[in-house]
């Protein structure tokens, strides 16, 4: 099947390991993947700051790359950008006619990684194995805003080897919330400290999500907390992707 | 513009401005509603809706009794018989002024009682005597229009041979259901509201005063009853 | 108190206040647990829950299409069942309306049962100074009344305060005499405040609905003291708002089938009453005369707008019982009578953009509160519709718009994107001093601080993604031309 790939800018900043992982992951499945080279941030942080004229350059930008008829499918990596582009970009374009139409045609074409490997592909065991203890962050726009509950959990489940155990209030949100982390940092840290807690809890291991910033996020404090002589073990932070691509 | 003396209009005008209304309508029909919402007494005979009524009652902390509409006198007599709860001391009786407490025998039951030193029945006559009496009563005793099996609801209009003091300030309120009566939702009791004329108050009452003000520990008997007692007729 | 308060502080300073304080911390955390778990258990077991829901909203949306037509249905209804009717558009209208009546009355004692439109308007003071004495009958607003403080939930309000502040601060005020046990104080309340029942020579409460085919108001309680308000004093007043109001009978029954389970986790309240009119004749209790203030103060503008979502609202608190902000810096940190979620929405559509501080930014637009309104408002959509209304009205900082513009132009621009990379990766580094995350010692750059301040911050990767790929698809390629001339596929 043939894909374009949208990773998120997170992933092209910090975290290339984990579209590698991704892109590993979709072409073991099968997936010829495109990715256009005009890409650089959705915009979320500038429209969810209330900066909605602002956004239009960056949103303009990922309609351009995304919206051609040579990409029938797009998988993100980040259900939050994924969130931003199909709920959000109407709301941005809403006196830009024509981009509107076009971000509405987006719209059918977005699918979040794990929704579409088991949903689109129809898989849910994907080879990998990966020997240890792993709880999963419901991220907000994953979970809550997209509605995507059990494509990852499933895709977990039959991961050889893994033991999941659920954190508790595991769709609650970590706090990071774009530049609310900035703007905010003394509530953010509150939301994510407490996230953190549920976290170490679990006795888990390993942290996954399915979504980059939470996972920035969660990684900063539960680095700060490891620092600070608070944690008194490493708890690896992970992208899904990562442990699916992982074999052993 | 000065305060105060504002008229109906002056409310209006500037609401359906913003509305770009021109005028308030002379009349606006309720759409038609394609609604009906699964409720958890669907299908239920009416046997089942009064256990359902006495089961969610006692969720509530309510004491519930069932019998029959011939005992009623013997079962109200029960309760009074126990005197102050807790204590057990001598206590008095407000009671509502219903035809079918008097056929009943209920006023002559209650009466009898060892440790009822007074029963005061309704009398919209003696006005705020009624008030003083409930105020200090023990036991106040109502006669529901009607109960609610979803919620352990009871239904109690006011009106003058029931004052709304009776369900109100005394220690423990018993409340007589009878079975007949039992709704399955308050969806029923309001239809059966609807076009008639309501009385100054329709009161719902699910079980004692209550509060969890203090630490989020619940106290019952806060400012109305701390005990309650649904008596079902059937 | 009008809507805002404690605003001499700053959003940040009031957060910080209420993070100092761990019992009111913690107490703010278990309420919201034992609402929502007890909410949550309720919904879970009520197949029709999302079909009472979606009428609630067409209800409430048909009402607030025809709110001139409904409001004015109301108030004639209500006249008719022999209610003194008082019209107020604005606050101040209404504060002026309730002076009358007192006056007219040479009253000077009332009682008062929990209402947010009093709070709002800033009743309590303006009766005070003008010599009325008012006793706030909830015990929750009895206690704060008694101890000068203001409300951190808004259905349990003096949440802030454990039992042995409570006891003492009646026995410093009142003389009480007994212990902290929760259950001695309440007692003790209903001692001293059924005296001031039966003493009032006004009644005043607010109203959850109001019904516009029979000119009804309704008050729902567990504690009985609306009640005992609307029971014995001789003259009640009555706050509606013009948001308050349902069609009829039927939708009243959909709203409390939500209000009760969405507010407190109960299947319904110990009291809910529906009162049409003053005592009829040979009632021998309830008010002989009962005045409706029907207030709007702001509510109308609203309407045919972005916001007009709002004015769905019921006041359940299930918003405030579900946000992951709500919990740690309480009702108090927010410095709005009505705060969480939904407080965020219609505290700047009453009072505007001046006087709010940041109060918007106070949210990670996390969008739990929408899924759980009973009534559902996309409330996380409506705060960030402020927030784009700020920036439109120029009523944004003025420090913050070069960051802003600097990240539009970089997140829209491959080259400047790419030269930012490039640049900030070894600055990056350099600021790690070879770990792969900014840690405390960065909080002295701006905006950086934002975040290192409280948490580690991960540096810039040495490669781009977009590098890899291009080279992974040039590999891809070559491969797969090498395949093609060895014949091997």
Redesign the interface.
């Known amino acids: 099947m043939r894909i374009a790939f949208f990773p998120g800018c997170m992933v092209d900043m910090m975290y290339p390991e984990i579209g590698i992982a991704a892109v590993n992951v979709l072409e073991r499945l099968g997936c010829e993947i495109e990715m256009p080279e005009e890409i650089v941030c959705c915009g979320q942080g500038l429209v969810n700051s209330g900066y909605r004229e602002e956004t239009k350059a960056a949103a303009r930008m990922i309609v351009d790359a995304y919206d051609t008829p040579e990409y029938e499918t797009i998988v993100s990596l980040t259900g939050s950008c994924m969130n931003a582009i199909i709920n959000d970009y109407p709301l941005v374009f809403k006196d830009e006619p024509e981009y509107l139409k076009r971000a509405e045609r987006l719209r059918g074409k977005f699918f979040e990684f794990t929704d579409f490997i088991v949903n689109e592909l129809g898989v849910t065991d994907v080879g990998a194995e990966f020997n240890d203890t792993v709880t999963y962050h419901k991220s907000c726009h994953v979970t809550r805003l997209l509605g995507i509950k059990e494509p990852p959990l499933k895709l977990l489940e039959n991961v050889k080897g893994l033991e999941y155990i659920e954190m508790a209030h595991a769709d609650r949100c970590c706090g990071f919330g774009g530049t609310f982390s900035f703007k905010q940092p003394v509530i953010a840290g509150e939301v994510v400290y407490e996230k953190c807690q549920t976290i170490i809890d679990t006795g888990a291991n390993v942290i996954c999500g399915a979504d980059v910033p939470c996972l920035l996020n969660i990684k900063g404090a539960l680095g700060r907390l490891r620092s600070e002589g608070k944690l008194d073990r490493d708890i690896r932070v992970m992208h899904i992707a990562q442990i699916l691509d992982s074999r052993g | 513009m000065a305060l105060g003396n504002k008229t109906l209009d002056d409310l209006l005008t500037p609401i359906s401005k913003q509305l770009e209304h021109t005028g308030v309508a002379n009349n606006v029909e309720l759409p038609a509603w394609d609604f009906k919402a699964v409720r958890v007494t669907d299908g239920m005979s009416a046997p089942e809706l009064v256990d359902l009524f006495a089961a969610e009652a006692e969720k509530v902390r309510v004491a519930v009794h069932r019998c029959a509409r011939t005992e009623l006198a013997t079962c109200l007599g029960s309760i009074v018989a126990e005197g102050v709860p807790e204590t057990g001391e001598a206590c008095t009786v407000v009671c509502a002024n219903d035809e079918r407490f008097e056929q009943g025998g209920v006023y002559a039951a209650l009466e009898a009682q060892d440790k009822v030193t007074k029963l005061t029945v309704w009398d919209e006559t003696r006005g705020q005597e009624n008030v003083d009496a409930a105020l200090t009563a023990t036991y106040g005793i109502t006669f529901a229009a009607a109960g609610i099996a979803e919620t352990a609801t009871i239904v109690q209009p006011t009106n003058p041979k029931c004052g709304r003091a009776i369900s109100l300030l005394p220690l423990v309120h018993v409340a007589v259901i009878d079975a007949a009566t039992i709704e399955p939702t308050m969806l029923e009791v309001m239809e059966n509201c609807t076009g008639k004329k309501l009385p100054s108050q329709v009161c719902f009452i699910s079980g004692p005063s209550a509060t969890a003000d203090i630490e989020l520990v619940r106290v019952e008997g806060v400012h109305g009853p701390m005990y309650v007692h649904y008596v079902i007729a059937e | 108190m009008a809507i805002l308060y404690n605003t001499d502080k700053s959003l940040?300073e009031r957060?910080?206040d209420c993070?100092e304080d761990d019992f009111k911390h913690n107490?703010i955390k278990?309420?919201q647990e034992?609402f929502y778990v007890g909410r949550g258990k309720l919904v879970a077991?009520?197949?029709?829950?999302e079909?009472?829901r979606?009428?609630a909203v067409?209800?409430r949306n048909?009402v607030t299409?025809?709110?001139?037509?409904?409001?004015?249905q109301f108030?004639q209804n209500a006249e008719k069942?022999g209610c003194i009717?008082?019209?107020?558009?604005?606050g101040?209208?209404a504060?002026?309306?309730v002076l009358?009546i007192f006056e007219k009355h040479g009253a000077s004692y009332a009682v008062k049962s929990k209402s947010m439109m009093t709070e709002e308007v800033g009743l309590n003071e303006i009766l005070e100074e003008t010599g009325i004495k008012i006793t706030e009958?909830?015990?929750?607003e009895n206690?704060l009344q008694t101890a000068e403080s203001k409300p951190s939930h808004i259905v349990?309000?003096?949440?802030h305060f454990?039992?042995e502040a409570?006891a003492q601060i009646y026995r410093e005020k009142r003389g009480y005499d007994g212990s902290s046990v929760?259950?001695e104080?309440?007692?003790y309340?209903?001692k001293i405040?059924?005296h001031e029942?039966?003493e009032a020579e006004v009644g005043i409460r607010g109203c959850n609905f109001a019904v516009a085919?029979?000119g009804?108001v309704t008050l729902v309680t567990?504690?009985?003291?609306g009640?005992?308000v609307?029971?014995?004093p001789k003259v009640q007043i009555v706050f509606v708002g013009?948001d308050r109001i349902v069609?009829?009978?039927?939708a009243?029954?959909?709203m409390?089938?939500l209000l009760p389970r969405s507010a407190v986790g109960?299947?319904?309240?110990?009291?809910?009453?529906?009162?049409?009119?003053?005592?009829?004749?040979?009632?021998?209790?309830?008010p002989e005369e009962v005045h409706i203030i029907?207030m709007?103060n702001g509510r109308?503008?609203l309407?045919?707008t972005e916001f007009s979502d709002m004015l769905r609202c019921m006041r359940c608190g299930a918003c405030l019982n579900i946000c992951?902000?709500y919990r740690?810096?309480t009702g108090h940190g927010y410095g709005s009578i009505y705060p969480g979620p939904m407080g965020l929405v219609l505290t700047p559509g009453l009072v505007g953009y001046d006087d709010i501080d940041?109060m918007v930014?106070?949210?990670?637009?996390?969008?739990?509160c929408s899924?759980h309104c009973p009534v559902g408002i996309p409330i996380h959509d409506l705060i960030?519709e402020?927030?784009?209304?700020?920036?439109?009205e120029h009523k944004?900082h003025a420090i913050e718009v070069p960051i802003?513009?600097a990240?539009?132009?970089?997140?829209?621009?491959?080259p400047v994107?790419k030269f930012g990379?490039k640049v900030g990766e070894p600055i990056m580094k350099a600021l790690a001093h070879g770990d792969t995350?900014l840690?405390?010692d960065s909080a002295w750059i701006p905006?950086v601080?934002?975040?290192t301040?409280?948490?580690?911050?991960?540096?810039?990767?040495s490669?781009?993604?977009?590098?890899?790929?291009?080279e992974?698809k040039e590999e891809q390629a070559a491969q797969k031309a090498h395949g093609v001339e060895g014949g091997e596929q």
């Open positions: 940040k957060v910080a993070l107490a278990t309420a034992v077991e009520m197949e029709g829950w079909d009472l979606r009428h067409e209800v048909h299409e025809n709110l001139d037509y409904y409001v004015k108030a069942n009717m008082h019209y107020a558009p604005s101040d209208d504060l002026w309306e009358d009958t909830d015990c929750a206690i349990v309000p003096a949440l454990d039992r409570i929760p259950e104080i309440t007692h309340l209903r405040l059924r029942f039966m085919s029979t009804s567990n504690e009985g003291n009640r005992m609307d029971s014995f013009i069609p009829d009978l039927e009243l029954d959909t409390m089938a109960a299947k319904m309240t110990a009291y809910f009453s529906l009162d049409s009119g003053p005592a009829g004749p040979g009632e021998v209790d309830g029907l709007d109308h503008t309407a045919n992951p902000v740690h810096i940041n930014y106070a949210c990670s637009l996390c969008g739990a899924e960030r402020h927030r784009i209304k700020i920036v439109e944004n802003f513009k990240l539009e132009l970089f997140w829209s621009n491959v994107y990379m995350a840690a405390e905006v601080k934002g975040w301040s409280t948490r580690d911050f991960d540096i810039l990767s490669t781009r993604f977009r590098t890899w790929f291009k992974h």
